[in-house]
């Protein structure tokens, strides 16, 4: 959704400063996306990304099973660090 704000500012040749005031982005973004635009090239996320994030693998899911039986005591972080795991797994699931 920023990422089309920013594009349509673009197209309406609004100011980098001001487009960073209106859409609360940095100018760093701006001129990526410019970049981006000049070159012809996508501003969609690519298909991986955010991969590296999502372990929700059959084995991995039985891992934390396994942990949780094992020890009631440990919260899901532990268990989640524990198994090497993004910190970020515990609170997608």
Known sequence: MKIQRISNLLNAE???????RIVKCSESLIFKLKKLKKDGQSQARSPSSGGHNK???AEFLEAVTKEIEEN?????KEIIKKLEGSPWTAHCQ
């Open 14 to 20: 609004v100011a980098a400063k001001d487009t960073v």
């Open 55 to 57: 372990k929700r693998m």
């Open 72 to 76: 009631t005591t440990l919260n899901m």
